[in-house]
């Protein structure tokens, strides 16, 4: 099913502590997982992405976990900065259903200094 | 990287007026492009689907004699709000993508549509 954002959830972190962004996805057949980041009144901007058959992921200062178990999906953030903050939105494709990006419902992340 | 630029960044216009987006991947063809709409503090809902020289596919509940997507080049998508009314104010984003399965879809800045 599609996922609907009515409310978005607000992480608030000291600027140079870690951060954990978490999503609960819908589909087990989702077989590819993004996170993106979104500042105000701009397009999403690609993070990092997963593979349904990995359960975890590293780029820099950012890792993504997957468990697929529980369908769920995690962006860690080291040391967050102040330009880490922004919306945070997780993705799932789900291929046999005409390979199609749903959006999870979003996190805000604001970051002390 | 992949560049994709949306046109206009913003516009108003008047209840009951057509208002066309475009949507153009810079630096790479683009065999499939999104269009999403995000309402705000919303999270982005797929409208529709639309790959070169066919018709777009439309999730359900979206208009498509509302919403007139033409893809006519690998480079070009525009979406067409026919008759807006201000509950089709919202932010519309398109993305591109160059490939198939994991094939990043890569987003364009987004046009703020407010209806008057």
């Known amino acids: 099913g599609e996922s609907v954002g009515l409310h978005l959830p607000t992480l608030s972190v000291q600027e140079g502590d870690n951060s954990i962004i978490n999503c609960a996805y819908s589909n087990s057949a989702s077989d590819y997982f993004i996170w993106y980041k979104q500042e105000s009144g701009k397009g999403p901007q690609f993070i990092i992405d997963i593979r349904s058959n990995m359960d975890k992921r590293q780029g820099q200062r950012v890792t993504v976990l997957l468990n697929k178990t529980v369908k769920h999906l995690s962006l860690q953030i080291a040391a967050t900065q102040p330009g880490d903050s922004a919306v945070y939105f997780c993705a799932e494709n789900i291929f046999e259903n005409g390979n199609k990006l749903v959006f999870g419902a979003g996190t805000i992340l604001r970051v002390k200094s | 990287g992949a560049v994709v630029s949306q046109h206009p960044s913003w516009v108003i216009c008047k209840s009951g007026t057509s208002v066309k987006i475009e949507c153009r991947s810079l630096?790479?063809?683009?065999?499939?492009m999104f269009w999403y709409r995000q309402f705000p503090k919303q999270s982005l809902m797929l409208m529709a689907t639309?790959?070169?020289?066919?018709?777009?596919?439309?999730e359900q509940g979206v208009e498509k004699d509302k919403f007139l997507i033409n893809h006519a080049s690998l480079t070009l998508s525009t979406l067409t709000v026919t008759s807006a009314h201000p509950e089709d104010s919202s932010f519309y984003i398109c993305?591109?993508?160059?490939?198939?399965?994991?094939?990043?879809?890569?987003f364009g800045p987004g046009t703020r549509l407010t209806v008057l």
């Open positions: 993305s591109a993508r160059v490939g198939g399965q994991y094939n990043e879809q890569f």
């Open positions: 630096d790479f063809q683009a065999t499939t």
């Open positions: 639309s790959n070169e020289g066919s018709k777009a596919t439309y």
